[in-house]
């Protein structure tokens, strides 16, 4: 993948100098061609040459002789330029606006040598003619420079291909150079990335700080993010399967029980030596067995339903301080608990909370068995409603330290409880119903010294 991604940008470099290239070749045979034809056609108006090769109508015979209009010397001198005419011999027959000390007679060979190079004083010369005539026009200090190039056109056209063919080789390797380091250092970091997705992919949760990340860094920083979001998301997961499974061991072990039970009283019901006493206790067992199966399944149902947020609430406005006293009213009445230490209080007659009345009842009755059935016998426990909310403490054992973080996690029973009736569930139930009302709990414990459960509701 790392060479893939290399050589494809390395390719695609290469593509654009070869388009470069061919552009660039174009554009100069175009403008050859165009400054060809503009040889041909006809140089700019304001050049020697085009002044020299126009000056023939400011030219006429007079009497034999060749003579220059006044318009033609006024054109002179706007041009700054001075002008001979010679013979077919090369001698000076007329001059204007020429030094004195100006050549009289002109060899071929210092024709061309002048028309060339220029003289002496850097003037520039160029050379007309008009019927047996010729004549020049001399520009001192002339800004257009005449140089003269040989060129053989067989050699050049075999020429051109070998030079634009190592122009394209040499460019072609410094592009493949350069496009190599580029390339490299660009593609390094989307190669790293393509591992970091690929560590994701595999479930391997790293974050690392990469060095020089360029226009990348955005980038990694998500990464990372992404990473130590997916790890604690993993985290949780396999703190969740870890207490699903303890939970499931339990509940498999807390059925295995009553199902016995059941089975053993099943027999038992099939022997005709039985009293009707007999009958109806084994009766009554298998009974009770059954209602706690149905209460651990209900509760698993229920808890269920709380964790994916499924359980509608049927919510009216309630006097908490009322309905708190009819609950522990109702517990003093039940027989199994009317010998229990249980102290109401409160101090707010006007605390009002917008709840459902059977959850909410499920939940402070939960809280309430709890300190009753998981301590001594002894136990106190207090129920006070103030203007915060709802607390129940009591004088118990107390939870240790490191229980209680996971008290109210679903599928944790504590290290006390393994030998108490119940399903495990009741505090999880209970948290996840206060919470499902925009509330929260909050527990403090200590080993020996009770615990105290503080319900506040907005």
Known sequence: MKWKITLRYLLSVLSIVLIVFVVNTIILFGFLVYQSNQENTGLDRNSGEDFTRSFQKYLQLNDDELVVSPTGQEALKQFGAWLQILDQN?????SYQAPEDATKHYSPMELVHKYKYMDDDLNTYFIGDY?????????????EKRH????DQGKMLTYIPRFLGAIMIVNL??????????????????NRIIDRIHSLKE????????????????VFANLNDVAETMQAHEQERQKLEKMRNEWISNVSHDIKTPLS??????????????????????AEVIERQSLYMRELLDDFNLTMRLRNQELPLHQQPTNMEHFVREIVIDLLNDPQFSSEHIQYDSTATTLNWNIDQHLMKRALLNFIYNALLHNDDDVEV?????DNGI?????????????????????????????????GLGMAISRDIIEAHGGTVQLTSAKGKGTTIEIEIP
Do not use: C, W
């Not at 207090?382 to 103030?386: F, K, M, P, S």
């Not at 129940?392 to 006390?416: C, L």
């Open 90 to 94: 090369g001698n000076v027959i007329n």
């Open 131 to 143: 019927e047996d005539y010729s004549y020049l026009v001399v520009v001192p200090d002339s800004q």
């Open 148 to 151: 003269v190039m040989m060129v």
């Open 173 to 190: 390797l410094i592009a493949t150079l350069i496009g190599f380091l580029f390339s490299t250092i660009l593609t390094k970091p989307v």
């Open 203 to 218: 479930r391997v949760f790293i974050t690392k700080k990469v060095k020089r990340p360029g226009i990348y860094k955005h």
């Open 261 to 282: 039970s059941i089975r053993g009283y099943a027999e038992l019901l099939r022997s005709e030596n039985l009293s009707d006493m007999e009958r109806l206790e084994y």
């Open 382 to 386: 207090d129920v006070i409603v103030t």
């Open 391 to 423: 607390t129940i403490k009591d004088n118990g054992r107390g939870i240790a330290k490191e229980e209680q973080e996971q008290i109210f996690e679903r599928f944790y029973r504590g290290t006390n409880t393994s030998n108490s009736y119940g399903t």
